[in-house]
T-cell receptor, first 110, second 112 residues
């Protein structure tokens, strides 16, 4: 079993819709979770971090964490074509070691 | 504040050679982590340095090594290059005891 699992996609949504990205992790002791966005040929850029159970909102983005179910999700409201990218879920394991999922490709079509 | 910088941005080497990549963290950041990204394996952790000490190491062979200088700049070295070392090498920095890591643009290495 991989440590961090994501559906590779592609996830295709129409412009203006809500995109829902999911991630599960295996280490029940994990405390810190991150979502990064990576455009093709670019480096990952941080979207959100989340540490506590529940929802965390930042603009059009909402991260959700359920430690009991070992599940993290990212919702993107009012999706735009510019949101088309690969979304990487990462879990912190040890000194500044991020364990990444394989990423979910999101395609937002007009 | 300037972001994380990495040099060189692109590199072509041949098998058996060695390579050194450089990373300058965001000003004030003392932790530098290195990652390798390939289409097959995704993003994988190589190692992390803080105050010139390696605190964490990923599951890579000893051909991969690194160091950090007193100004927090870091280098990683790959010796005896193999074709499978072709990848995007990413450096990320974070502030002391804060967990958010910010990535540099990466060095794309092609081994022929």
């Amino acid at each position: 079993q991989k440590e961090v699992e994501q559906n590779s996609g592609p996830l295709s949504v129409p412009e203006g819709a809500i995109a829902s990205l999911n991630c599960t992790y295996s280490d029940r002791g994990s405390q810190s979770f991150f979502w990064y966005r990576q455009y093709s040929g670019k480096s990952p850029e941080l979207i959100m971090s989340i540490y506590s159970n529940g929802d965390k909102e930042d603009g059009r983005f909402t991260a959700q964490l359920n430690k009991a179910s070992q599940y993290v999700s990212l919702l993107i409201r009012d999706s735009q074509p510019s949101d088309s990218a690969t979304y990487l879920c990462a879990v912190k394991g040890g000194y500044n070691k991020l364990i990444f999922g394989a990423g979910t490709r999101l395609a937002v079509h007009p | 504040k300037a972001g994380v910088t990495q040099t060189p941005r692109y590199l072509i080497k041949t098998r058996g050679q060695q390579v050194t990549l450089s990373c300058s963290p965001i000003s004030g950041h003392r932790s530098v982590s290195w990652y390798q990204q390939t289409p097959g394996q995704g993003l994988q952790f190589l190692f992390e340095y803080f105050s010139e000490t390696q605190r964490n190491k990923g599951n890579f062979p000893g051909r991969f090594s690194g160091r950090q200088f007193s100004n927090s700049r870091s280098e990683m070295n790959v010796s005896t290059l193999e074709l499978g070392d072709s990848a995007l090498y990413l450096c990320a920095s974070s502030f002391y005891e804060q967990e958010t890591q910010y990535f540099g643009p990466g060095t794309r290495l092609l081994v022929l």
